[in-house]
């Protein structure tokens, strides 16, 4: 038996999976999200382990033997996170999370103070990654920022309370602009840019490997036969790529989660970081992967679900008449927390065009679908810049369930799109098969095989002729509203 953790940005989730990789049981923890100033997005890393310890204990209660069994445990989380530790180990402010905008002229000081910056690491200086955020702290947080001993990501804090291990692996140190990424090791001369060393670093080793064992006190709180190996694990992406077998260069997928993602498995390092390409390791040894990144997916979807007053999701979308794809006369931009590929824009701000008084709250949902799968299409034609053209994506992530929108997307992309059998557990999945790879010393490749398609959502030829023409129109929205919908702390 293997537990798979994932601390995802709304939610903790822990699954069970057994020997034949089948899922036993799940548990879920719900997190929030504080947002004291516009652009701003932070968590109390004390909840991310709240979390933990309630969904395995609920596990503990309802399936006790085979949480005695459990031999390997994976870790996965949301990425860039800055997690500030004093001498004591103790957190010293709340986690600043991946889509914190606040951090833009740090930035672009970074660079001009590390001209190598996009060498080392493969990718621009964005405010969502974490070496930006520590300038800022240095900046408006001199105190804390001179109290901190370990900045750790929002999994790899759990590790330590989990194992007492300061670790991290490659997959999610690139996201932290810290990592010469293509050593995947990290780079004591951008660490030193943002005034920092390697001793403020966690060891590193590859996902698929241990990094320490389960504390005497936790392994005796769930009654487990044995110290279980914890995994080096993954971020979420990674996570999740290694949870549909994406391990082999080519391979391809969207998710539709929080954030939106489109992945392509590589297996050199292959930046591209003019178009805000991300050019990070994976999980497995050996292995890159070049990523676009939108930073408002599935949320853009919740966030016009409340905005309308709809009882859900789900129900919102079903009042779509299909046939309106491709004729909806609203555009959106997605950015309702800035935007990472192609603009590499904290302060784009999203925005209707198109409106009059004939628009229904399902013109504006359909318009919300339209404009995330138009977002995945400027990341498509990123990474195709970068050398990558997939033939066909899989679909993951709480949006990939809505068969409309894979059909918008699989259009809007021109590409074939395959639902995966077998449900989406994100990246709690793929690290349970990090935890597995590592307690036993397995080949990833036996492991982290691809689950069957369950559907293929071929692109109708005439919605993706009327998407041709609807694109241009919505990359047009970008430029003549840059400056006029930014933030107003810009």
């Not at 709304?10 to 069970?16: A, E, G, M, P």
């Not at 490997?209 to 487990?224: C, Q």
């Not at 939106?260 to 050199?268: H, I, K, N, Q, R």
């Amino acid at each position: 038996m293997h537990l798979g953790i994932d601390i995802g940005t709304s939610s903790v989730k822990t699954v069970l999976v057994d020997d034949d990789q089948r899922v036993v049981a799940v548990a879920e923890h719900p997190l929030e999200v504080s947002r004291p100033h516009d652009g701003w997005s932070e968590q109390d890393p004390a909840d991310w382990w709240q979390g933990i310890l309630a969904t395995v204990d609920r596990l503990k209660q309802s399936h006790p033997a085979e949480i005695a069994a459990v031999r390997g445990i994976g870790l996965s989380g949301q990425m860039h996170g800055a997690t500030l530790l004093g001498a004591d180990d103790r957190v010293l402010r709340p986690c600043i999370l991946w889509n914190d905008g606040r951090s833009g002229a740090e930035c672009a000081e970074l660079e001009a103070k590390l001209p190598d910056l996009v060498r080392i690491t493969g990718n621009r200086a964005m405010p969502g990654f974490t070496a930006p955020k520590l300038a800022w702290v240095a900046r408006h947080e001199p105190d804390i920022f001179a109290a901190t001993r370990t900045v750790l990501l929002p999994k790899d804090y759990v590790r330590l309370l989990l194992t007492g291990e300061k670790v991290s692996e490659p997959s999610d140190a690139a996201g932290t602009l810290w990592l010469d990424t293509g050593a995947r090791t990290w780079s004591p001369e951008v660490l030193a840019a943002t005034g920092l060393d390697l001793s403020h670093m966690p060891r590193l080793v590859e996902g698929s490997e241990p990094s320490g064992v389960l504390r005497k006190e936790l392994v005796e709180r769930w009654g487990m036969a044995r110290a279980p190996v914890v995994a080096g694990g993954a971020g979420d992406n990674a996570a999740g790529a290694v949870g549909i077998g994406a391990i082999s260069a080519g391979d391809a997928f969207v998710s539709l989660g929080t954030s939106g993602v489109l992945w392509v498995t590589t297996d050199a390092f292959r930046p591209n970081p003019a178009r805000g390409v991300h050019a990070f390791c994976h999980a497995v040894p050996g292995t890159w992967h070049q990523m676009g990144v939108i930073l408002a997916a599935a949320s853009a979807l919740t966030w016009v679900t409340r905005l309308v007053g709809a009882p859900g999701e789900a129900e919102l979308v079903a009042r779509i008449d299909p046939a309106r794809a491709g004729h909806n006369p609203v555009l959106f931009q997605p950015y309702l927390s800035g935007e990472r590929t192609p603009h590499n824009d904290p302060d784009a701000r999203a925005a209707f065009a198109g409106l009059s008084h004939a628009t229904g709250p399902e013109d504006l949902a359909l318009a919300v679908l339209e404009g995330v799968a138009f977002a995945v299409r400027d990341c498509l034609d990123a990474l195709a810049e970068a050398g990558s053209k997939p033939a066909a994506v899989a679909a993951i992530g709480g949006g990939s369930r809505s068969d409309l929108w894979l059909g918008i997307i699989a259009a809007a992309l021109d590409l074939p799109v395959h639902r995966l059998a077998g449900g989406d557990l994100g990246g709690a999945f793929g690290a349970a098969r990090l935890g597995r790879i590592a307690a036993d010393c397995a080949d990833p490749a036996v492991i982290a095989t691809k689950p069957p398609v369950a559907a293929v959502i071929e692109p109708d030829r005439g919605l993706a002729a009327r998407y041709g023409d609807t694109l241009g129109r919505y990359r047009a929205l970008y430029p003549a509203l840059k400056g006029i919908t930014g933030r107003a702390t810009a």
